[in-house]
Each structure stands twice: as C-alpha cells, then as structure tokens.
C-alpha cells in the first residue's frame, strides 16, 4: 500500500513540474505583449529570487558564504538562469511558444556534447551518439533551412542556443556546485538572486521600454517569476531527492508536450505536421541519448540528463 502511494506522489510530482515547466513558453509569450525581453527576464529573475529567498529564510536557512563561492554561483546563474532566459523572450518574439518548448528538448542532448568536450562523458556510446544525431536531424527538419523564406529562423535559433546555454550551466553546476553539503534551497536561490544582479545593467542598454497596462501579460509575468521559476527551481531539486536523478528525467520528456498544448489550445497556434514530425524525431533522438548502457564493469548509467544542476550524490539534496 504504501508503495502505491510513493507511487501517486511522485507521479503527482512528475506531473507538477511537467505543467510548470511546459507552461512557461506561454507566460514568456503573454509576458512579451507588455515588456521587453530584458524586462521579462529581470522580472522573472527577482520574481524567483524573492520567492526563493522566503523559502530559503522561511525554513531556516542561510545564503551561502565566501567570495569562491559566489564566483561559481554567478557563472552558474549567467549559463543557467540570465543567459537562455533573456534567450528564451528574445527567441519567442519570432517563433510559437510550442515550438519554444520543442526546441528546449534539445537540452540533454547539448549535455551530452557539453560531457564529451569537458571528460564526464569519457566514451560515447554508439547508441547515445545516434540519438545525438537523430535530435540534430529532428532540429534541421523544423529548422527547415530549404525554405528560405521560412520566418523565425533567428528566433528558433536563439532558443537552440538557450538549450546549449542550459547545458553548459547544468555541467558547471555539477562540477562546481552540488554535492558540497550546501543545502540546495541556499544555492537555488543565491543563484536566481545573482541572475537579477547579472540582468539588472541591461535595462541600461535600450532594455527599459514603457510598460502597456495589459493586466494579462502583468499577471503572467508574475506566474512566470513565482512559479514557472521560483517554485519550479526549488521543486526539482525536491523531486530529485526523493526519487533520484534518472526518475526526474520524465519530466524532460513531458515539457514539449504541455507547452505545444498549451500554445494551441490557449494561443492558437499552429502546429503542422512539419514540426510535428521534426519534434517526433527530437525526442526520439532524446530518448536513445538516455538509453542506459553497460559499463565494463557491469554497471548500467544513463545519458545527459535534462535537469537543472544535478547532485552528485542524491543525499547531498536538503531543502
């Protein structure tokens, strides 16, 4: 019985951060009606960090200390948090947000490029190595580059780059950061805090634009701060301690999902079968890059995975 219930709960979770995640391509886009792309991703940062801070405070615990420290925590928030999120909003000016959360999906497999260039990833699979070429294929065909008249073409290419910027960020976290003792509710949110300080000089570069009174996209953006950030970066890493690394993956799988339902069924969207096909052949390559292989000396280990900052060891995750 009581496995029945672990069970439920982390389904529920599972499907919690799927929604969350999924829907934040359609806050970025009602967000976008109101402010600009450096607007947007300043408010979601100081949105998360605040919620994050309450957290952090609420339940006892500090920021954490030392120069170093801080050093790694602000590298890890420009590839992690400030770098795709402005990214995202600038990318999501010429594409769908559908397509937006299709392109993220590319996010493991960047990881896996990232874990070949940087040693983590020592011997690549020929599996894993297929599906890294089957996601690139599955790009190129909503990429479309035989169409040259085909719009969004440097949007779609922002998010891509947001992706890689992700897991570049992922990479960095697990070297430099988890598994270190510090409780991950500290990290998460001097992280998003560091995110806002990075962001914040922008404004000053032609990023500060009047703000329209449209009460839909202000409300969006404040769904995007506190949830679709906030609470969605603190709830991975309580779903990571619970049921470890590899179930937390699921939800990589699930976020192209909610965000093309999401745009079509709220935005009305178009989703053709193009970019049907294309976002098939993505997570199909996603999903062989996952495949566990066998180790030499028996062991199974699972691809690049799609999370952010991923612990070195699960009892290393404290709220």
Not at 7 to 35: C, D, P, Q, Y
């Amino acid at each position: 019985m009581n496995g029945v219930l672990e069970k439920s709960r982390a389904g529920t979770r599972i499907g919690v951060l799927s929604l969350l995640w999924g829907s934040t391509f359609l806050w970025i886009e009602l967000a976008l009606h109101a402010l600009s792309p450096v607007e947007v991703t300043l408010a979601r940062c100081l949105l998360g960090s605040v919620t994050l801070l309450a957290i952090c405070f609420g339940t006892g615990h500090r920021l954490p200390r030392g120069g170093a420290l801080w050093a790694r925590v602000a590298v890890a928030a420009l590839f992690c948090n400030a770098l795709p999120f402005f990214l995202f909003s600038v990318g999501q000016q010429r594409i769908d947000s559908g397509l937006a959360g299709v392109l993220n999906a590319t996010t493991p497999l960047w990881s896996l490029l990232v874990g070949v260039i940087v040693g983590s990833e020592r011997r690549l699979h020929p599996s894993r190595l297929m599906g890294f070429l089957l996601g690139f294929a599955g790009v190129v065909v909503i990429f479309a580059p035989w169409r040259a008249t085909e719009a969004g073409g440097w949007g779609a290419l922002a998010i891509v780059a947001a992706a890689l910027s992700y897991a570049v960020g992922f990479t960095f976290m697990s070297r430099c950061l988890t598994g270190r003792g510090i409780p991950t509710i500290s990290l998460s949110a001097a992280q998003l805090l560091a995110a806002s300080a990075l962001i914040a000089p922008c404004l000053a570069l032609g990023g500060l634009t009047p703000v329209e009174a449209d009460p839909t996209a202000l409300i969006a953006v404040v769904i995007l701060g506190v949830a679709a950030t906030g609470i969605t970066f603190h709830l991975t890493y309580q779903n990571i301690a619970a049921e470890g690394a590899t179930n937390t993956a699921a939800v990589g799988y699930l976020l192209p999902v909610v965000s093309v339902a999401l745009g079509v069924v709220l935005l009305h969207e178009d989703f053709g079968l193009r970019t049907a096909l294309g976002t098939a052949v993505v997570l199909a390559g996603v999903g062989l890059s996952r495949r566990p292989v066998r180790t030499a000396a028996g062991a199974e280990t699972a691809g690049a995975l799609p999370t952010r900052g991923l612990p070195r060891h699960e009892g290393d995750v404290r709220q």
